[in-house]
């Protein structure tokens, strides 16, 4: 027995029982130590896992506050088959998203981040200040120079 999706009816497969979650990305560092008193100290991450899960293989979890997707440091672990090695700092643009992203500003700032101004997208580019709804984007680099961007939502992301 096959089902259709509704909402495409080019896909006739059945995904009822195959969710894709995005629970765990891998951010490149040189000091894991030195990153994650960046994530923890400063970004505010929760600390979920500092283990070595083997001899010589260490992994550091943590997640923003609120998020089910954390982010995971890796030492002596094997590069997975089929996938490339990242340097440290070469991670770009992974985006979290806040309610209100003037606050979050000032708690980043806070706690010692270098935390770029608010920005929207407007009619020459980027611009200064709050946008309208999902244009307010402020961004910042931990200390290996992976890139982080953070937009405001109109609400949390069980209410959307």
């Given at each position: 027995m096959s089902t259709t999706n509704t909402t495409n009816p080019k896909n006739t497969t059945n995904t009822k029982n195959r969710n894709w979650t995005?629970?765990?990305?891998?951010?490149?560092?040189a000091d894991m130590d030195r990153a994650k008193e960046f994530y923890v100290g400063k970004a505010g991450f929760k600390l979920d896992l500092d283990d070595e899960v083997a001899p010589g293989m260490r992994i550091i979890q943590?997640?923003?506050?609120?998020?089910?997707?954390?982010?995971?440091?890796?030492?002596?672990?094997?590069?997975?088959?089929?996938t490339?090695?990242?340097?440290?700092?070469?991670?770009?643009?992974?985006?979290?998203?806040?309610?209100?992203?003037e606050a979050a500003r000032e708690e980043l700032v806070s706690r010692g981040v270098d935390v770029s101004p608010v920005r929207h997208v407007g009619a020459t580019g980027?611009?200064?200040?709050?946008?309208?709804?999902?244009?307010?984007f402020m961004t910042f680099e931990d200390p290996d120079g992976?890139?982080?961007?953070?937009?405001?939502?109109p609400s949390e992301l069980s209410e959307r």
């Open positions: 995005l629970e765990v990305v891998p951010v490149p560092v943590m997640t923003p506050p609120g998020s089910r997707c954390s982010i995971a440091m890796l030492e002596g672990m094997p590069v997975a088959p089929g490339k090695v990242m340097s440290p700092g070469t991670l770009q643009g992974l985006q979290l998203c806040v309610t209100d992203i980027w611009e200064d200040g709050k946008g309208g709804t999902w244009n307010s992976n890139g982080w961007v953070v937009q405001e939502a």
